[in-house]
């Protein structure tokens, strides 16, 4: 952590370092939210968590700055835990190691949290900076955003004192965030039966790796390969040609990333061991046509492999497959209203075999309710035309931009006082949890900001240094601006 100590702003590349030596994948935040909530003790000041385990922090407004609007910062305490196949890393015990690449802080085979824990980090640096002109001030963390906002679900009226609320969790330095979508999870659950493997049959581990993967909705634009599509894709296409049978297949391990590494094993004679590394050799190519200029890195390759148990029948093979095959992913459709902007996508994020069924989990986004309808409504009838059980569940709502946004208007005026030029309004196909907080706070008025962050939610996960100073100058000079009551 030494190379964080000579980074500036401070204190918040101190807090950042904390946040990183503290394992917090979500499910696992419960040390981070102790340490904060006896740190926040130790500075005398009001903290509370509710019923879920959110942290609300209160801190008197500067001398002078009492009749300002009362102002929330929010971030929430979870990160997203992915590594490189190669990296020995557990999440839940084992900190975070950032190290500086030039004008980047990466995290060594493993995402860094900068996704949310750079916001995390300014919101303490705020409370515990004195020098940091506000008025009346609430910090809130939420819990477990990464894995369905739980915490922002669980938010109850009448805690929040903040008629405003700074959101800390966008990922673009000069743009500004003034609405997002809104997502469901979907979850196809096909029955499959199971036989003995052929006899004489070979066994092979089949993976595809080295896609970059990221984030299913700052990313979903970039067309990057969802490593668990073109598995299936590959079977689809030769699997009749070489007879193989199905025992085992995963890909990916969030429904809120894109999938980077997918594998199965497959039993074939041996007459169609040579067929197998030829049609191997001909799908990476057409891979490399396709997605190497996104995905550089990606290999495909066919390992032997030692396996016990039972294979899927034919007919369970070709419903899992095809089913898998026609699933759509990525964009469904780009938003008329927001220029640049995806209304609606689905990602196909974990996929499993069981003993008696397949399991696929996606996460669809939309900025309009309609959209997340429809695609509901199309995957509903992909199962029943499989065969398979279909649950939606989960649905949040998107955040409804507002043209009239008064701290919208003032983030703008700052930007553009401080830096010379106007920042970017934007609406982001990502789920932030503003759309949530407008339930038990109608009246807020919300605004998101946040450093520059590339590859959230992936091992290439990195946030720019420089654009850190100056989020935290627009961050500290919103706050003196905040106008009265």
């Excluded at 999938?259 to 074939?268: D, K, Q």
Aim: glycine share 8%; proline share 6%.
């Amino acid at each position: 952590m030494s190379e964080l100590s000579q980074l500036s702003p401070q204190p918040l590349w101190d807090f950042f370092a904390k946040i990183c030596s503290i394992p917090h994948p979500s499910y696992h935040e419960e040390a981070l939210a102790t340490f904060i909530v006896n740190w926040a003790s130790s500075q005398q000041l009001w903290c509370e968590r509710d019923t879920t385990g959110n942290i609300l922090i209160r801190k008197p407004a500067t001398p002078g700055m009492e009749n300002r609007k009362p102002v929330a910062l929010q971030a929430h305490l979870d990160m997203v835990p992915q590594k490189n196949n190669a990296t020995e890393h557990d999440f839940a015990r084992d900190p975070i190691q950032p190290w500086v690449d030039g004008e980047w802080l990466k995290a060594r085979g493993t995402t860094l949290g900068a996704d949310n824990g750079i916001g995390m980090a300014s919101a303490l640096a705020v409370l515990a900076d004195e020098n940091v002109e506000h008025g009346p001030l609430e910090v809130l963390l939420t819990m477990t955003e990464e894995a369905g906002m739980e915490g922002a679900f669980g938010l109850q009226p009448n805690w929040l004192q903040a008629e405003i609320l700074i959101n800390t969790d966008s990922e673009e330095e000069g743009e500004v965030y003034m609405g997002c979508a809104g997502g469901i999870d979907f979850l196809s659950e096909l029955p499959i039966q199971r036989e003995a493997i052929p006899a004489n049959a070979h066994t092979y581990e089949i993976s595809i790796k080295g896609l970059r993967g990221g984030h299913s909705g700052a990313d979903i634009h970039l067309g990057l390969g969802n490593a668990t599509k073109l598995l299936a894709r590959f079977f689809a296409e030769y699997g009749t040609q070489l007879e193989l049978s199905l025992l085992d297949f995963k890909g990916g391990n969030l429904r809120n990333a894109i999938p980077r590494e997918a594998s199965a094993i497959v039993a074939v004679s041996h007459e169609k061991e040579a067929l197998l590394q030829q049609v191997l050799g001909d799908y990476l190519s057409i891979l490399q046509n396709e997605v190497a200029p996104k995905d550089k890195q990606v290999t495909l390759e066919a390992k032997p492999a030692a396996y016990s148990g039972l294979a899927l029948t034919a007919d369970s093979r070709d419903r899992f497959i095809n089913l898998l095959n026609v699933t759509p992913n990525g964009v469904i459709r780009n938003s008329d209203v927001a220029q640049g902007v995806v209304e609606t996508s689905l990602n196909i994020g974990i996929v499993v075999l069981e003993d008696e069924q397949a399991k696929i989990f996606c996460l669809i986004r939309s900025l309009i309710d309609s959209g997340k309808a429809y695609v509901v409504s199309m995957l509903h009838s992909l199962g029943a035309l499989a065969g398979a059980k279909t649950e939606a569940s989960g649905s949040y709502p998107g955040w409804q931009p507002d043209a009239n946004s008064a701290i919208m208007g003032l983030t703008r005026e700052i930007y553009l006082k401080l830096f010379g030029k106007k920042p970017s309004i934007q609406v982001i196909h990502a789920g932030l949890e503003c759309g949530l907080f407008r339930k038990p706070y109608p009246h807020l008025d919300m605004v998101s900001i946040g450093p520059t962050i590339t590859g959230p939610h992936s091992p290439d996960e990195q946030v720019h240094i420089g654009s850190v100073a100056l989020y935290w100058q627009l961050l500290t000079a919103l706050l003196k601006a905040i106008p009265t009551k």
